[in-house]
């Protein structure tokens, strides 16, 4: 995995436009929300585990839970704030040979390059979403456990994703560059 | 002009080069599948084509195969099948049980690393082993064999491993190329021995059970590490002047014992997984939540004993959430694109075409996997590993099968391969994070490292990898054995 710090010269000290910070709040309101579901996933297996072990009573429900809630969430919703952070995996081995400049506008045009094909995701990822709530998906599992409203977490998920990557491109064209590019930490793989 | 600025230059002319290359191969590759009447395993072919443009052009891996394969689906099967894919793909990918082990370990590996316990691994390997020629890089080699076993996360280990072994190496008067290679090796060990993230993509990427995938990991990674530990004794006893002998003569027994309890909650946290798993009490999910929570339990006292208070806890608590999260979405955004990928590989048919021409060829199960050396070597050189290890899984899974080898195998051969490449020029990941440990004063001891000696350290440790890999080869039973002896769930 790889940052863009590589292209971080020092920009123009000015202050970033406030849609830019709307996104940015909104990738980090998302990463609450993932890490809430990280957290909740936790519990909800650890339940289960010491229930079966200690009482012979599994938590009821468990890989339904784990599988059609807490993971799309956990998922879904650190997207966008994986992108403001610089964290998602890019391979920058070419980039960095390029002058800045052209740099910068590579990557601000093939982001938006991404920024469509996400939006087209979102827009897919909706619909399929209203289809579920119209019917009230739920699993086939017993009882059943409902489904439906997880699904909306892709197109939200996706949409975020979308922002927050167009807003990078924004950094590049206008010489602000990704914020978290500048104290990327690295990742955990 | 100076001498410094002429290379970058020259690096920044041929940069820019490959990129109008590339560009022309991206327009020519889109044209071709839009407007242009193909067979289908050529789309498919210039499916990866794309997919490898995209990707060197910055975009996000995942949402560059992504792009790539809803391109190749228009063209293989018309916007019908484009709609239905691009509908559930993005829930379906991150919607899965066996996948939901990929938070827990990341998150178990964090707040080991972030609590400070994975510090006294090298301490007691050096106490216990720093007698033996090349003692204190063997230590640093088995520190990373152990902390492999508690945690899925090579970079963590290297950092843990790098900032306290290197200027001890060097202190005791250790060539820089051997301390920094022995580093960057241990590290590579995270990825084979479980918990290994790799393993559990590779599992779900080839849809295979998880316990039994990482419990494939386990006897190739022990002997990786004495691999390893054997080419440095050997190196230090040819030659001395590599790692003169360190003088333990104060290291007492008690000493060594004491040392010892300063790894029982790691040695915890490895009986609970890798326990667990061979015993068949737990799931790989349910084995990383107990992890987990051993992780936080002996972390949160190892911050107390230390005398770090509350505040401690809870900022260990939320660095390794924050890692956690932006580690698992990395990971899935690429799950997604490879998804996608998968099913226009498959319509494609290039799996089935390489089949046939493996078979054609006469290529044999040997032959097919030291071809696949040579490439895997080639693609690490400027691929991620995670990216080169899904971009390739669609298109060779069957193929390899159709000759007989075993899914399970071919995963510890990938992951093996894959953190080879983590060690090798221009995209030697690893070597860049142990050349930035290794470019601070403290631990260089205030003389320079270049990234030349790194690379030039870690190139024997590359080597022995391959050579294990050339032994699993030939004694594919080193790989099986384990997960058909055990009764995981």
């Not at chain 1, 909800?44 to 599994?58: E, K, Q, S, Y």
């Not at chain 2, 230090?236 to 909650?265: C, F, I, N």
């Not at chain 2, 998968?342 to 030291?370: D, K």
Request: glycine share 10%; net charge neutral.
């Amino acid at each position: 995995m790889t940052d863009t710090r590589a292209a971080s010269a020092p920009g123009p000290r000015r202050p970033e436009p406030g849609f830019l910070k709307l996104v940015d709040l909104l990738s980090k309101g998302l990463a609450l929300i993932a890490a809430f579901a990280l957290v909740l996933l936790a519990i909800n297996v650890l339940v289960d585990v010491t229930g079966r072990a200690a009482m012979n009573r599994p938590y009821p429900g468990t890989l339904e839970y784990t599988q059609n809630w807490w993971m799309p969430t956990l998922t879904l919703m650190a997207f966008a704030f994986t992108e403001w952070k610089q964290e998602h995996i890019k391979v920058t081995i070419l980039l960095d040979t390029l002058p800045l400049m052209m740099r910068r506008m590579v990557e601000g045009i093939f982001g938006l390059i991404a920024t469509a094909l996400l939006l087209a995701l979102t827009y897919h990822g909706f619909n399929e979403a209203m289809d579920a709530a119209a019917i009230g998906k739920t699993t086939s599992s017993s009882p059943p456990v409902a489904v439906w409203p997880f699904m909306f977490m892709a197109p939200v998920g996706v949409f975020a994703l979308a922002l927050q990557t167009a807003a990078t491109s924004y950094r590049y064209f206008a010489g602000f560059l990704p914020i978290a590019a500048l104290h990327a930490e690295g990742e955990a793989v | 002009m100076t001498d410094a600025t002429l290379p970058s230059r020259v690096a920044s002319r041929i940069g820019v080069t490959i990129f109008v290359i590339g560009l022309i191969v991206a327009a020519g590759s889109l044209y071709a599948m839009l407007f242009a009447d193909l067979a289908k395993e050529v789309t498919g072919i210039l499916i990866v084509v794309l997919s490898i443009v995209l990707l060197l052009m910055g975009i996000p891996v995942g949402v560059a195969m992504l792009g790539a394969a809803v391109v190749g689906l228009y063209s293989l099967s018309g916007a019908r099948v484009v709609r239905s894919t691009m509908e559930s793909v993005a829930f379906d990918a991150t919607a899965s049980w066996s996948l939901s082990v990929i938070p827990m370990f990341i998150l178990m590996g964090m707040l080991l690393w972030k609590s400070g316990l994975t510090t006294s691994a090298f301490g007691a390997a050096r106490v216990w082993l720093g007698w033996m020629p090349g003692g204190l890089a063997v230590a640093t080699n088995f520190a990373g064999a152990a902390l492999a076993a508690s945690s899925g996360s090579t970079i963590g280990i290297t950092y843990a491993l790098g900032r306290v072994s290197i200027p001890e190496m060097l202190k005791a008067g250790y060539n820089p190329q051997l301390a920094v290679g022995s580093v960057a090796a241990a590290g590579t060990l995270g990825q084979i021995i479980p918990p290994s993230l790799l393993l559990v993509v590779y599992a779900g990427a080839a849809s295979l059970p998880v316990g039994q995938q990482l419990l494939a990991g386990v006897i190739p990674g022990l002997l990786l590490a004495f691999a390893f530990a054997a080419m440095i004794v050997i190196s230090a006893k040819l030659r001395p002047g590599l790692a003169p002998r360190v003088d333990m003569s104060g290291v007492t027994w008690s000493m060594r014992w004491q040392s010892l309890m300063d790894v029982v909650p790691i040695a915890i946290v490895v009986i609970i997984v890798i326990g667990g798993l061979f015993a068949g009490i737990f799931t790989a999910t349910e084995a990383g939540v107990c992890g987990m929570f051993a992780a936080l339990i002996l972390g949160g006292i190892h911050q107390l004993r230390i005398g770090a208070g509350l505040g401690a806890i809870w900022r260990m608590v939320r660095d390794s959430v924050v890692g956690t999260l932006t580690g698992t979405a990395s990971v899935f955004l690429l799950i997604v694109g490879v998804a996608v990928l998968t099913r226009a590989m498959a319509l494609s048919q290039v799996p089935n075409f390489i089949a046939t021409e493996v078979a054609e060829l006469g290529l044999g199960r040997i032959e097919l996997l030291f071809i696949l050396i040579v490439a895997y070597l080639i693609l690490g050189m400027f691929m991620d590993t995670l990216a080169m290890m899904l971009l390739t899984i669609p298109v060779l899974l069957a193929p390899l099968i159709s000759v007989g080898v075993d899914p399970l195998w071919f995963g510890v051969f990938l992951v093996v391969m894959a953190e080879v490449g983590l060690l090798t020029p221009p995209l030697g990941i690893l070597t860049f994070i142990v050349h930035r440990i290794a470019s601070d004063p403290e631990a260089n001891l205030g003389k320079p490292i270049s990234l030349g000696t790194v690379f030039l350290g870690v190139l024997p440790f590359a080597l022995t990898a391959i050579a294990v890999v050339v032994l699993l080869i030939f004694v594919p039973e080193i790989v099986t054995w384990l997960p058909g002896a055990s009764t995981t769930r």
